[in-house]
């Protein structure tokens, strides 16, 4: 560790808290900061020389695993041709055919450089196109740093305790109403008493950055119902779960079609990127042809463009979303298991190749019961997987990701090190 702590001694010198990103600076967990030399398949390789089995997945573009050879081919391919044009390019028609493909309620979209600008675009785009101002967000979901989404978020906010980040102008808050994940009454009252106000409704249809929670049967057809009725625009934030837990993400799985959707992560095939996207005629209030304006110097890029078209196509030919759910499955099980044998309260939600844990006694469904769960337990569990080669993300209010090579004896040993991490609290 000898190596990554002197890096981290001059990051310090020079970047807020070491890092680029806050989740990544291990505040929550204790210690410092590995550094990552380079990643393939499964595997982290650190800068002291160790291996680790990786249940971050870069926060889950991985999806395919690290340094996938037709993700890197793909980029030196379009490499060849150069970096950026600024104009438009054959990959950016390849890439909007496939993800109106992929994803049920897209007619039409437009890409950027990250989930944050995609998010911040949709919700934009949504009081642009209804004229209203008030938008739902729900407590502990997390949908970048958007000013006026910075609000009761998760993630790294809620990690760090700064939940309502400072910075952001009262004005810019009073526009966001904050609601329980789940309450149903409480997003049905706000609707009879202030729908014509509402321009929007962002979700995480399935939140995922305060562990991982479920929805109720039957909320996410609510939100629709409402949205419709109200005129109001229902934005799914897919950023994490598109691609992630079936190709056409949540609403392929729950058949709950959004008005717009976010999405980022899996389609940059580890290059920055972020889509938006949905109805045709809310897509066409965007500049050139609309009132909204939107824009990005390297959206579209064509290397970005390149790596997500080769990850899409990759998935639509393994479709291995059948395989992911087992590993989540063998993964689930075992940590429930060996945690009732030792009398130990776990709750581990699971879909697809996504989970998460919560020391609790009873099952998460909001953002109070996750922030009740037992963190310190979570971060012994954190460091003794880690000092024995599993990596978790460094926070109880993330998400744990598999990808396609989390398989053999990497799985295995995997289990087995997380089992016994649990046997050890
Ligand atoms: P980015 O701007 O980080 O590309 O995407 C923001 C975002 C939007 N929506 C959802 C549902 C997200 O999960 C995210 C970002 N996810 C975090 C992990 N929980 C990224 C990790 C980080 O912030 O370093």
């Given at each position: ?304 463009m390149a790596a997500g078209i080769t990850a899409l ?112 609290l």
């Open positions: 560790m000898n190596i990554s702590k002197s890096l981290f001694k001059r990051a310090q010198d020079l970047l807020p808290g070491g890092v680029n990103s806050p989740v990544r600076a291990f505040r929550s967990v204790g210690g410092s900061p590995f550094f990552t030399e380079r990643a393939q398949g499964a595997h982290l390789f650190t800068a002291d020389g160790s291996q680790l089995i990786d249940f971050v997945c870069t926060w889950g573009p991985s999806i395919h695993g690290h340094n996938d050879p037709d993700i890197r081919n793909a980029i030196i391919e379009a490499l060849d041709k150069g970096t950026s044009f600024g104009t438009p390019n054959p990959y950016e028609v390849q890439m909007a055919e496939l993800l109106v493909d992929c994803v049920p309620s897209l007619e039409k979209l437009r890409m950027c450089n990250s989930g944050t600008e995609a998010t911040m675009s949709a919700i934009r785009l949504a009081r642009g196109f209804t004229g209203r101002d008030k938008v739902i967000k729900f407590t502990g979901c997390y949908h970048g740093h958007v000013d006026s989404l910075l609000v009761k978020a998760g993630s790294g906010a809620l990690t760090l305790g700064h939940p309502d980040s400072s910075g952001i102008p009262a004005g810019f808050a009073a526009e966001t109403i904050v609601l329980d994940y789940n309450d149903s009454a409480a997003v049905q009252a706000t609707f009879n008493e202030q729908g014509s106000d509402i321009a929007a409704i962002i979700v995480e249809p399935y939140p995922a950055n305060c562990g991982l929670i479920m929805p109720d049967t039957g909320y996410l057809e609510l939100l629709r119902e409402l949205c419709t009725t109200h005129n109001s625009v229902l934005i799914f934030d897919e950023v994490m779960t598109g691609f992630r837990v079936a190709l056409g993400g949540v609403q392929e799985i729950v058949g709950v079609m959004p008005d717009l959707t976010a999405m980022g992560k899996i389609i940059g095939g580890g290059l920055p990127v972020g889509a938006f996207g949905g109805r045709a005629d809310i897509m066409n209030q965007l500049a050139p042809l609309g009132p909204v304006y939107q824009a990005g110097t390297l959206s579209g890029n064509p290397l970005a196509n990759k998935l639509k030919m393994l479709q291995p979303y059948a395989q992911l759910e087992y590993f989540g499955i063998r993964v689930r099980d075992a940590l429930l298991d060996t945690a009732k044998s030792k009398g130990i309260a776990l709750q581990v939600p699971q879909v697809g190749s996504m989970f998460a844990l919560f020391f609790s006694d009873s099952p998460v469904r909001n953002y109070n019961d996750a922030v009740a769960s037992d963190t310190h337990h979570f971060k012994s569990l954190f460091n003794y997987a880690l000092s024995n080669g599993v990596y978790l993300p460094p926070s109880a209010f993330e998400t744990c990701f598999m990808c396609t090579q989390h398989k053999g004896e990497d799985i295995d040993l995997a289990i087995e090190i997380l089992c016994n991490a649990i046997r050890a």
